[in-house]
């Protein structure tokens, strides 16, 4: 090995940056140069960013579920078919069930259907882990039986008609030049994320020094503080560059309250779906590194047997993980029929094998017992940016598929010659 | 001993698998500060008869007393709360997870949010190693990194760290070199003389010969017998697991 090489490595150990975050990382940014590129600079803009991020929202969310899926051994075939079922069960009560009761354009409309949305995912989840779990019927069969059933049954509530138009505040939950935070909000919220990210940077230093454990030299937690930092406000710079169309101007100007005159620029800020995803990431993360629960859905992948010995009830537990897969795509469905505004018979049509790859892109290996949450959300991302540039480029949906689908399997492939490599 | 009440009685213990009687009628009992060998051929229903006590396996028929009092235990959460702590011969570790998670799996430390305290779990294994296995280093990668050695040291730190009364160890020394099969040795003596009770099941007529108090000999199922091990030679021990005879004069209690 060479000394350079070696001098990098130990630069990064010491950062606490792992090499299979930074391929993710370094592909994500290839992608995204090279896309640049070609298009002549159109790729890297503020305004196809912001779309980069909320197209990404609906399987980045559903991705962090696949993690605890596909650790514990298992897969869940049915989360596009179920995004499907649950987005139409939500816009139908919206439009047709709940004007009769609360009245229409009602404040609770989408509160409740939000609710529903998320119960009903993890009800139906619930189910699922429960056939899997106690009566012994593998994932891949219960949840192919669950992709058909959610399908047809999503046809069967509106007989495959389509449901619009949605709330108008269920939708600002989709993004789109309403569904932001706006840009004082937005640099709020960059510097309260700022904050915390730092914070807990800070204590997790200070808590393992106080157990006497070498922690990282001081240089490298400031790279880190800067890192994040850098990574939240730049985004959040970005998001509040990105100006709103001329057209949307007047109604997003009385929505914020500012006085329309000529020459008012407004822009975007960050999407509610980013934030939504942001949420779901950081919870997810605590759930997988810093609950009991977590702990046990990887103890499960990594021994199922020395789990159950160690007095883990992991029938329960595939209760529980499949439920938490529902509720997320309870959340997902929310966030696409709001980005649509209507919910017709093919919403998340395709999207389970999306989930499955980006989670698998972002580490996850389908043999149990390793995966990480931010893996998966990057996976989401890198499947995104991939479609996203190609469409630029003017690639044809035919071969977007080809490249899409021959990514999978290399990234499947370099992640397995790394874990033998590091013997993880 | 005999007019102690015995720590644990498995009493007439019947289990079958698809119709093969693989532990049939076995009744062994054990004494505090006691170390009980459980000896016999591979699939003689050693191992069998022990899941039942440490709950891998739930009974067909048979009585366990704790203490004397009759003790219902269906899976290992029971087992635990009994405090009866198992070794596997596999040693049943999460290989993904680090030697802390392992050791407190099911268990874990939790910070006054409820989170799991992997800092505080990691400091109690680094004290408990220095006890056990100064050697043992690794603490922050997974144990599939680790050494046959290691492992075990993992398997029996989790065993040994939680007060356990009842310990059961099968094939303790089976993936060992001398100085760590030693080190198990010293291990068993000083549980002994903190008054734990021990069942050792092993198929090395020499350790048992070493390190128990009595053996209690299986075969296909069946027991043979529970003796003494000072009043018994390893021929009569051997006679006892392959020909399934009783010594004479060797009546265990």
């Given at each position: 090995?060479?000394?350079?090489?070696?001098?990098?490595?130990?630069?990064?150990?010491?950062?606490?940056?792992?090499?299979?975050?930074?391929?993710?990382?370094?592909?994500?940014?290839?992608?995204?140069?090279?896309?640049?590129?070609?298009?002549?600079?159109?790729?890297?803009?503020?305004?196809?960013?912001?779309?980069?991020?909320?197209?990404?929202?609906?399987?980045?969310?559903?991705?962090?579920?696949?993690?605890?899926?596909?650790?514990?051994?298992?897969?869940?075939?049915?989360?596009?078919?179920?995004?499907?079922?649950?987005?139409?069960?939500?816009?139908?009560?919206?439009?047709?069930?709940?004007?009769?009761?609360?009245?229409?354009?009602?404040?609770?409309?989408?509160?409740?259907?939000?609710?529903?949305?998320?119960?009903?995912?993890?009800?139906?989840?619930?189910?699922?882990g429960w056939i899997i779990g106690y009566l012994t019927v593998p994932a891949f069969i219960v949840t192919l039986g669950g992709f058909l059933v959610y399908r047809g049954a999503m046809w069967w509530i509106t007989q495959g008609q389509t449901v619009a138009p949605l709330d108008p505040s269920f939708r600002l939950m989709g993004g789109g030049a309403d569904g932001t935070l706006?840009?004082?909000?937005?640099?709020?919220?960059?510097?309260?994320?700022?904050?915390?990210?730092?914070?807990?940077?800070?204590?997790?230093?200070?808590?393992?020094?106080?157990?006497?454990?070498?922690?990282?030299?001081?240089?490298?937690?400031?790279?880190?503080?800067?890192?994040?930092?850098?990574?939240?406000?730049?985004?959040?710079?970005?998001?509040?560059?990105?100006?709103?169309?001329?057209?949307?101007?007047?109604?997003?100007?009385?929505?914020?309250?500012?006085?329309?005159?000529?020459?008012?620029?407004?822009?975007?800020?960050?999407?509610?779906?980013?934030?939504?995803?942001?949420?779901?990431?950081?919870?997810?993360?605590?759930?997988?590194?810093?609950?009991?629960?977590?702990?046990?859905?990887?103890?499960?992948?990594?021994?199922?047997?020395?789990?159950?010995?160690?007095?883990?009830?992991?029938?329960?537990?595939?209760?529980?993980?499949?439920?938490?897969m529902g509720a997320l795509t309870g959340i997902s469905a929310i966030i696409a029929s709001a980005r649509l505004g209507a919910v017709d018979v093919g919403l998340g049509t395709l999207d389970e094998l999306r989930v499955i790859a980006a989670a698998v892109i972002g580490g996850t290996a389908l043999s149990g017992g390793f995966g990480t949450i931010y893996g998966a959300v990057?996976?989401?991302?890198?499947?995104?940016?991939?479609?996203?540039?190609?469409?630029?480029?003017?690639?044809?949906?035919?071969?977007?598929?080809?490249?899409?689908?021959?990514?999978?399997?290399?990234?499947?492939?370099?992640?397995?010659?790394?874990?033998?490599?590091?013997?993880? | 001993?005999?007019?102690?009440?015995?720590?644990?009685?498995?009493?007439?213990?019947?289990?079958?698998?698809?119709?093969?009687?693989?532990?049939?009628?076995?009744?062994?009992?054990?004494?505090?500060?006691?170390?009980?060998?459980?000896?016999?051929?591979?699939?003689?229903?050693?191992?069998?008869?022990?899941?039942?006590?440490?709950?891998?396996?739930?009974?067909?028929?048979?009585?366990?007393?704790?203490?004397?009092?009759?003790?219902?235990?269906?899976?290992?959460?029971?087992?635990?709360?009994?405090?009866?702590?198992?070794?596997?011969?596999?040693?049943?570790?999460?290989?993904?997870?680090?030697?802390?998670?392992?050791?407190?799996?099911?268990?874990?430390?939790?910070?006054?949010?409820?989170?799991?305290?992997?800092?505080?779990?990691?400091?109690?294994?680094?004290?408990?190693?220095?006890?056990?296995?100064?050697?043992?280093?690794?603490?922050?990668?997974?144990?599939?990194?680790?050494?046959?050695?290691?492992?075990?040291?993992?398997?029996?730190?989790?065993?040994?760290?939680?007060?356990?009364?009842?310990?059961?160890?099968?094939?303790?020394?089976?993936?060992?070199?001398?100085?760590?099969?030693?080190?198990?040795?010293?291990?068993?003596?000083?549980?002994?003389?903190?008054?734990?009770?021990?069942?050792?099941?092993?198929?090395?007529?020499?350790?048992?010969?070493?390190?128990?108090?009595?053996?209690?000999?299986?075969?296909?199922?069946?027991?043979?017998?529970?003796?003494?091990?000072?009043?018994?030679?390893?021929?009569?021990?051997?006679?006892?697991?392959?020909?399934?005879?009783?010594?004479?004069?060797?009546?265990?209690?």
């Amino acid at each position: 090995m060479q000394p350079d090489q070696n001098t990098a490595q130990n630069f990064f150990s010491k950062l606490g940056i792992d090499l299979r975050l930074l391929g993710m990382i370094g592909a994500l940014a290839v992608l995204c140069i090279m896309f640049d590129l070609i298009t002549g600079g159109r790729f890297l803009t503020p305004r196809n960013l912001f779309n980069l991020s909320v197209q990404t929202a609906s399987v980045a969310v559903m991705a962090t579920g696949m993690v605890f899926v596909i650790v514990t051994r298992n897969i869940d075939l049915s989360v596009g078919s179920l995004l499907g079922f649950i987005g139409m069960a939500a816009a139908a009560i919206q439009v047709h069930v709940l004007p009769d009761i609360v009245g229409l354009g009602h404040w609770s409309i989408w509160i409740i259907a939000a609710v529903f949305a998320v119960l009903m995912g993890a009800v139906i989840g619930a189910m699922q882990g429960w056939i899997i779990g106690y009566l012994t019927v593998p994932a891949f069969i219960v949840t192919l039986g669950g992709f058909l059933v959610y399908r047809g049954a999503m046809w069967w509530i509106t007989q495959g008609q389509t449901v619009a138009p949605l709330d108008p505040s269920f939708r600002l939950m989709g993004g789109g030049a309403d569904g932001t935070l706006g840009e004082t909000l937005s640099w709020i919220f960059g510097l309260v994320a700022s904050i915390a990210a730092v914070g807990l940077i800070l204590a997790s230093r200070r808590r393992k020094a106080s157990h006497g454990f070498t922690v990282k030299p001081v240089w490298a937690e400031g790279i880190l503080i800067a890192l994040a930092a850098g990574l939240i406000l730049g985004y959040v710079w970005i998001m509040n560059s990105y100006k709103i169309a001329k057209g949307a101007l007047p109604r997003i100007a009385e929505a914020r309250g500012v006085e329309m005159v000529d020459g008012l620029v407004l822009n975007h800020g960050v999407a509610i779906p980013v934030i939504i995803l942001l949420g779901v990431t950081i919870v997810m993360t605590l759930v997988s590194t810093r609950t009991r629960f977590g702990r046990y859905v990887y103890a499960t992948g990594g021994n199922p047997e020395a789990a159950e010995l160690s007095g883990i009830n992991t029938r329960l537990l595939t209760v529980k993980v499949f439920s938490l897969m529902g509720a997320l795509t309870g959340i997902s469905a929310i966030i696409a029929s709001a980005r649509l505004g209507a919910v017709d018979v093919g919403l998340g049509t395709l999207d389970e094998l999306r989930v499955i790859a980006a989670a698998v892109i972002g580490g996850t290996a389908l043999s149990g017992g390793f995966g990480t949450i931010y893996g998966a959300v990057i996976g989401a991302l890198i499947m995104q940016t991939l479609q996203s540039g190609m469409a630029s480029v003017g690639v044809d949906a035919p071969l977007q598929s080809i490249v899409v689908g021959m990514v999978l399997v290399f990234a499947v492939y370099i992640d397995i010659v790394y874990r033998r490599k590091t013997g993880a | 001993m005999s007019t102690q009440t015995p720590l644990v009685e498995l009493k007439n213990m019947s289990i079958s698998f698809g119709g093969v009687h693989a532990v049939d009628d076995v009744s062994v009992d054990l004494y505090p500060g006691e170390v009980v060998g459980l000896l016999g051929h591979n699939g003689a229903g050693k191992s069998t008869l022990i899941k039942m006590l440490s709950g891998a396996y739930a009974a067909d028929s048979g009585e366990i007393r704790i203490n004397g009092k009759v003790a219902t235990i269906h899976n290992p959460r029971d087992a635990r709360r009994y405090n009866i702590e198992t070794i596997y011969q596999t040693l049943a570790l999460a290989d993904n997870l680090d030697a802390a998670s392992n050791l407190f799996l099911g268990r874990e430390l939790v910070t006054s949010l409820g989170f799991v305290d992997d800092d505080a779990m990691e400091s109690e294994v680094r004290k408990i190693m220095a006890r056990l296995n100064p050697n043992f280093q690794k603490f922050s990668d997974p144990v599939s990194a680790l050494s046959g050695g290691q492992r075990q040291s993992v398997a029996i730190a989790r065993a040994v760290y939680f007060d356990a009364k009842i310990l059961i160890m099968d094939e303790p020394t089976a993936a060992l070199g001398p100085q760590e099969t030693k080190m198990v040795s010293e291990l068993i003596e000083r549980l002994k003389s903190e008054g734990i009770g021990i069942f050792l099941i092993s198929h090395d007529i020499h350790d048992v010969m070493h390190l128990c108090d009595r053996a209690s000999v299986m075969k296909n199922g069946k027991l043979v017998g529970t003796v003494d091990v000072k009043d018994v030679t390893d021929d009569d021990l051997l006679g006892m697991i392959i020909l399934g005879k009783h010594p004479h004069g060797a009546d265990g209690k």
